[in-house]
């Protein structure tokens, strides 16, 4: 997996991404043939008989008809089944997505520099947020090289999702949201957003052009954490998220009704980079076993885990990570990628602010 910053290759991020073919159709007699291989297992000789007839009139009849339509649509989209598969699989899924759509898993820092440790919360978050605002920067500036089988270029598109984007609640459909361009393209949102015992901050997270640094990162967060000590918890509107989506878009409108500046509070939210969630947990329980700190990014504190957002980092009181991220933009093995990018960069510095 190669996500280095490349001085010799002149290749750009997003440079093969007009020159990709579409996605093919395959021919109706290969997928009428892998579903009869798949259902065989399952099926009686007799089940196995009447669908496989059942097949061969589907194909031999309307069967031809639809596949001609899916043909006409190949010939007008780069990709015939991207927008079916975003719709069925996530937009117009109901079930609360924080728990059930969703992926979240551990930070695998602690293996060899950020063990757990009681006071280095807020000081390794300063170091782990700067490297992801780092990725965040080469793929703005498309410095991030891009993907490949072999020689072949990948779709590099799902990174645009990474960063700048969130799911936003409808009564029948969601909508996906993505504030996020490349610096050829013009102006990208550059603030974060940090949700702590329910309460929500924001600050940027560039100044003058140039990232700030993990000292001055440590003092913003330091400064949200000053402010919710010995206060009560927030209203933990975030936990709205986690909500059946329906009733979840009925909330939405109902907070931006009562009074429209919420609505700019969201669209804050919805632009922000990503979320930072500092949690108050310590789930980390063994070196062998992750169960704990998974099972926390999946199912922890939902006040403080905004959960439609594209990806939200969560820092656990004992200096452990995690992260929980809204499947609707991207597939995980664009999270993989930066968190491999994130845990050489750690690796390289021994944790550390060099």
């Known amino acids: 997996m190669d996500n280095n910053l490349s001085k010799s290759r002149p290749e750009r991020t997003f440079q093969y991404q007009s020159s990709l073919p579409s996605l093919p159709v395959p021919l109706l007699e290969t997928s009428l043939s ?19 007839d059942i097949v061969s ?26 927008e079916w598969w975003l719709d069925t699989a996530y937009l117009e899924v109901r079930i609360p997505s924080q728990l059930k759509v969703n992926f979240a898993g551990p930070g695998p820092y ?6 757990p440790e009681e006071g280095t919360q807020l000081q390794r978050t300063s170091i782990t947020t700067w490297h992801t605002l780092q990725y965040w920067n080469l793929i703005r500036t498309e410095r991030l090289h891009p993907q490949k089988a072999g020689k072949i270029p990948l779709d590099m598109d799902q990174f645009r999702m990474l960063f ?50 993990p000292p001055e990162l440590l003092r913003q967060l330091s400064y949200v954490k000053e402010c919710c000590e010995g206060e009560p918890e927030g209203d933990g509107v975030a936990a709205l998220t986690s909500e059946e989506r329906t009733r979840w878009a009925q909330a939405r409108e109902y907070l931006i009704n009562i009074d ?7 669209e804050i939210i919805q632009s922000s980079l990503f979320v930072i ?3 108050e947990t310590k789930p980390y329980s063994t070196p062998e076993n992750f169960t704990n700190l998974t099972q926390e990014a999946l199912t922890g504190n939902p006040t403080i885990r905004w959960g439609d957002k594209s990806y939200n980092s969560l820092a656990f009181a004992d200096g452990t990570f995690g992260s929980t991220c809204d499947h609707a933009p991207y597939d995980a093995m664009v999270l993989v990628s930066m968190c491999w990018y994130l845990d050489q960069q750690i690796k390289v510095t021994s944790g550390r602010w060099k």
């Open 164 to 213: 700048c984007t969130c799911k936003v609640p409808g009564v029948k459909k969601d909508t996906i949201r993505n504030y996020f361009k490349t610096e050829s393209e013009g102006p990208c949102p550059s603030h974060l957003v940090v949700i702590c015992r329910g309460r929500i901050f924001t600050f940027d997270a560039v100044c003058d052009g140039q990232i700030l640094t």
């Open 110 to 115: 602690l293996e060899h520099c950020w063990p």
């Open 57 to 82: 009139k589907f194909q031999a009849g309307v069967g031809k008809e639809l596949h001609q339509k899916l043909l006409q649509r190949a010939r007008t989209k780069r990709n015939w089944l991207e």
């Open 260 to 266: 429209p500046h919420n609505n700019t509070i969201l």
């Open 277 to 279: 969630s500092l949690d």
């Open 34 to 52: 892998k579903y009869l291989d798949a259902v065989h297992p399952f099926a009686s000789e007799e089940e196995f008989k009447a669908t496989a």
